[in-house]
């Protein structure tokens, strides 16, 4: 069997620092675990419009059609700021989510123990917490027509449209109940059926994909208001929450700051399955290109790191490969290695982000 392919696309700012961090990740997979990738690299962003005037070229986006999956740093920085809509950087990541129709955008929001102390939270509310959020990523509010400002008399209108279709909501409740399947076996469902029509159609076909397909999920509904309040109060009654592109928005960033650090927070953007049954796949750090400490060696790796695991674990059923990754990053973080993002009030020395790497290697070999 031909090893499983990956496209590199490391971008901007800080996005090259930490994918060479992950480049070292895999190729220690590669020599220890006989997990052998078949990796490209490739441009993106700002980097990909130095060199061809756009932030996709063309070739690029044929390539991460083609392989199993993409692995992005981060897009984008104040050098771009000024250029027109259509040739900014993170038109290159939009193009990528859009052509490769990745409407499943999977957020974890999984507290360390060794970081509980950073959530805003108190200890007990999130110590242990893991739950998933699922996006619906492609459709909804900010994507329907009509859109736009217009006048209406002496003043303004702004309009956007929510709309969804039933296959639209089919497809990302299956996604979550298959992801909810593989870990707690629950998915609560998020919407605003008491105000919303579009709401109403969410709720009856995550319900009837469940009855026809999962009843075996324990499904729940909630209003999305109560959500957001619900993962302030309790955020551990959750294991897979979905929900469409506005409210995933908003609930996504809420819970992801439970856990504290944006630099240790991972994405993946799935799509359908492809001709070998892999989904179309896309991962990412949730943070930027972080220009105030590019080129510093002060970055974070452990967003992008934990990218890759979600790799191993959804593009490539290495689910033992990724809790073994997942595994020498917690350990690292309760041996008290930190990054200057992850100092507390106490202090301490932070280490760089090669130094980050250098320890998540030596704990995957001492694993
Ligand atoms: P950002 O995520 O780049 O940075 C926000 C803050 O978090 C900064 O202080 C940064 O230093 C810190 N930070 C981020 N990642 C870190 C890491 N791995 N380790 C340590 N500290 C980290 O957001 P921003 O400053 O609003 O945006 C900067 C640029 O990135 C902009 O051009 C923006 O458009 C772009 N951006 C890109 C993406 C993406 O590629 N998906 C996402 C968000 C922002």
Known sequence: MA??????LPGDGIGPEVMAQVRRVIDWFGANK???????????GGAAYDKHGTPLHDDTMAKAQEVDA??????????YDDLDFAVKPERGLLRLRKEMDLFSNLRPAQCFDALADFSSLKKDVVAGLDIMIVRELTSGVYFGEPRGIHKEGNERVGVNTQRYTESEIARVARSAFELAKRRGNKVCSMEKANVMESGILWRDVVQEIH???????????????????QLVRAPKQFDVIVTDNLFGDVLSDCAAMLTGSLGMLPSASLGLPMGNGRPKALYEPVHGSAPDITGQGKANPIACILSFAMALRYSFDEGANADLLEGAVQKVLADGVRTADLMGPEGGTPVSTGEMGDAILAALDAA
């Open 211 to 229: 009855d026809a397909e999962y009843p075996e999920v324990e499904l729940s509904h909630m209003y999305a208001d109560n959500g957001a309040m």
């Open 34 to 44: 006989d997990l052998v990738f078949d990796v490209s690299e490739d441009l993106v």
């Open 70 to 79: 993409v692995l992005l740093g981060a897009v984008g920085g104040p050098k």
């Open 3 to 8: 090893n499983p392919s990956l496209l590199i």
